[in-house]
């Protein structure tokens, strides 16, 4: 009978004084594998080598992380995976297939892992975008009974890889155009040394950016500075729910450069875009953990409309900005019309007209709440809702694409399978130029919903109006940071008709 497959794998801090045990330990596993002492030493060499360098170049001083090694019995003999979510692997360190150093690219990083062909018989490099990245140490035997072995491990298939990122120098003479397929590897190096990973998946694999290019479902600039290095990238995002308007997003600057009119410049070029494509407007989404991206989008002409709450997960690290969230982090919605006088009319719930009216004002946008959208206004026999859902985030976000006689058991039904899956958030964006969004919002906010804001130009035919569901999500309001005097009433508005809110005062009063 063949031997089961087994695997064991401990956790080390990122501090290389741990290497040593860690590479005893892997030692001992090869030694149970069956391996001679002379091939134990050269594993234990060889991890004790790849630990070292993975934390020299993975982490920043003083970056608290873990690095994860697992040792796997395979057919061939002793598999080692090397775990971390540090920086991920550069073009100079994969090969063109991905997955192998090559040789002609000399990085450091690069020289030391080419070193471990001398202890292992294969090396491997796989990035994972958000799950971060793997070395893999494939170390053969030449026993028959390892051979022989079931190869039982189910080894799964790797993610396509990932980011990579450039130095720094010069400064201030700007060149902002669109990215060049070559540099998507930069720009996802750029985004996690930036923030981690905290940003849409697709950030952090460069075939992913290019094929969204290329399908014009993004548009990714860089800006060039003094003719040389690649200092900030920046993304036009297009959704298909409002096709009028686009996400300014993924605005990263490198620290040396902040401060210095990259972003200015990376701004204007995506403004001036957004024109020459005939959009109506633009909207960005700032973290209220901080002020900076807030004040930034103020700088350039947006206004706030809306804020969601806890679509960041608890525990996200923000490198250089946050630590760790505390709790689920929230988002600004900020607004820029791009027409010269921006008009809407839209069917507001009666109980929010006042506060809708306020955010239009504070948009510049002329519009015309209907209060009457009588009786005889005809309804859908058909209902159409789309669900979008991110299990990595816990979080979804539903669309009322067509309101019929059964849109309020729809939504609920899609509300219990995601409440079954323990999704933490859920926005519902209805259509405010649809008469039956006034009639809707009572019965969903029954369903638990409540007030998060506008999103001008949200829907093809006009604007958006954002509810939110929080399930039983500890949110300390106090700690959201928002800057203008219009966020901070739109805040404590939604704190007052936060039914979580209420139920706290309740119990407070028991």
Excluded at 212 to 235: F, R, T
């Amino acid at each position: 009978m063949n031997a089961p497959c087994r695997s064991s794998e401990i956790r080390i801090p990122n501090d290389p004084a741990f290497g040593p045990a860690a590479a005893r330990y892997v030692a001992e596993v090869a030694r149970f594998i069956g391996f001679s002492e002379t091939d134990l030493q050269s594993v234990e060499r060889g991890v004790s080598g790849a630990i070292t360098a993975l934390i020299r170049y993975s982490f920043e001083p003083g970056e608290d992380a873990d690095l994860i090694i697992s040792c796997e019995h395979i057919a061939e003999g002793l598999k080692v995976t090397l775990h971390d979510r540090g920086l991920p692997f550069g073009a100079a360190e994969m090969s063109t297939e991905g997955r192998v150093c090559a040789i002609e690219n000399g990085s450091e990083l690069c020289s030391r892992i080419l070193a471990l062909k001398g202890d292992f018989d294969e090396v491997s490099l796989h990035n994972l975008g958000p799950e971060g990245k793997e070395t893999v140490l494939i170390k053969h035997t030449n026993r028959k009974s390892i051979v022989e072995h079931e190869p039982a491990c189910d080894l799964r298939p790797f993610e396509a890889p990932a980011p990579h990122f450039a130095p720094s120098s010069s400064e201030t003479r700007w060149t902002v155009r669109r990215i060049m397929p070559p540099e998507a590897p930069e720009i996802s190096k750029l985004v996690y040394r930036s923030y981690g990973y905290t940003y849409h998946d697709y950030a952090y694999f460069p075939e992913k950016i290019v094929a969204l290019n290329e399908s014009q479902k993004i548009h990714s600039v860089v800006a060039i500075a003094d003719g040389k290095e690649i200092a900030g990238h920046c993304v036009l995002q297009f959704h298909e729910d409002n096709p009028r308007i686009a996400e300014m997003a993924q605005a990263v600057v490198k620290p040396e450069y902040r401060s210095r009119g990259c972003l200015r410049a990376m701004t204007e070029y995506l403004v001036r875009l957004a024109y020459q494509k005939g959009l109506h407007g633009l909207f960005t989404r700032s973290v209220t953990e901080h002020l900076f991206s807030q004040k930034t989008a103020h700088r350039f002409g947006f206004k706030d409309c809306a804020l969601l709450l806890g679509i960041i997960p608890r525990g996200t690290p923000f490198k250089g900005l946050v630590h760790h969230l505390a709790q689920r982090g929230s988002l600004l919605v900020q607004f820029r019309s791009l027409l010269e006088a921006p008009h809407a009319t839209c069917f507001a719930p009666s109980g929010h007209r006042e506060m809708i009216a306020k955010l239009y004002a504070n948009l510049g946008i002329e519009a015309e709440i209907k209060e009457d959208f009588g009786s005889s206004t005809r309804v859908d026999r058909e209902s159409a809702l789309r669900v979008h859902a991110s299990a990595r985030m816990q979080f979804a976000r539903m669309v009322i694409e067509r309101s019929g006689t059964d849109i309020v058991n729809q939504v609920q039904t899609a509300m219990r399978a995601l409440l079954i899956q323990k999704f933490e958030i859920i926005q519902l964006y209805l259509d405010l130029s649809a008469p039956s969004t006034a009639r809707l919002t009572g019965a969903l906010e029954d369903l638990g919903f409540f007030f998060a804001g506008l999103l001008p130009k949200g829907f093809a035919r006009g604007d958006g109006l954002v509810l939110q569901y929080l399930n039983n999500v500890p949110l300390d309001y106090d700690a959201i940071n928002v800057e203008s005097q219009v966020a901070r009433e739109l805040l404590a508005y939604i704190r007052t008709h936060d039914p979580n809110q209420k139920n706290l005062a309740n119990q407070g009063r028991q």
